[in-house]
């Protein structure tokens, strides 16, 4: 299984709530950027998850834009309290009929770099942590500690 995983833009700071925050302008490029750097490097994505918070809902439509028959479903595993186990868990359906899937996760921190660490062995309190638009790609065997392969990292260029 190939795991992209892709925290969302930048978003603006304020709103009525966490989950309203809209991408800046600057979030958007930044989106578009890594979308592309994604493109040329791994043009199959076969399932796209986005959480429902508004800037990751956003995020997905940028992708989108440079991926225009990738087709997003919400997931509620992926907002900022969710628990990395509960994840994995969910995540273990891909890897279970031996079929090569290539899974794109659009989401936050510190779920996704608690992800990242967790998958390359670090711990969920490892030294690595996604940027906004940063997009890591892991080859895995199967979704528990220590089972990922950092496949490429990639940073939005502005």
Request: charged share 20%.
């Amino acid at each position: 299984m190939q795991l992209l995983i892709l925290r969302h833009g930048e978003a603006e700071y304020s709103a009525t709530g966490d989950a309203s925050r809209k991408l800046t302008e600057i979030g958007h490029e930044k989106n578009l950027s890594t979308a592309r750097q994604c493109r040329d490097r791994n043009p199959g994505i076969t399932h796209a998850y986005h959480s429902p918070y508004l800037r990751a809902e956003e995020t997905a439509t940028d992708l989108i834009s440079v991926f225009p028959d990738l087709k997003f479903e919400t997931c509620n595993l992926l907002t900022p309290e969710s628990k990395t186990g509960d994840l994995l868990g969910w995540l273990e359906q891909f890897c279970s009929d031996g079929a090569s899937w290539s899974v794109l996760l659009v989401g936050h921190n510190p779920l996704l770099s608690n992800l990242v660490n967790l998958l390359l062995d670090e711990g969920e309190a490892g030294m690595r942590s996604l940027d906004t638009s940063d997009l890591v790609c892991l080859n895995l065997s199967w979704p528990e500690r220590g089972c990922g392969e950092l496949n490429y990292w990639l940073h939005a260029r502005t």
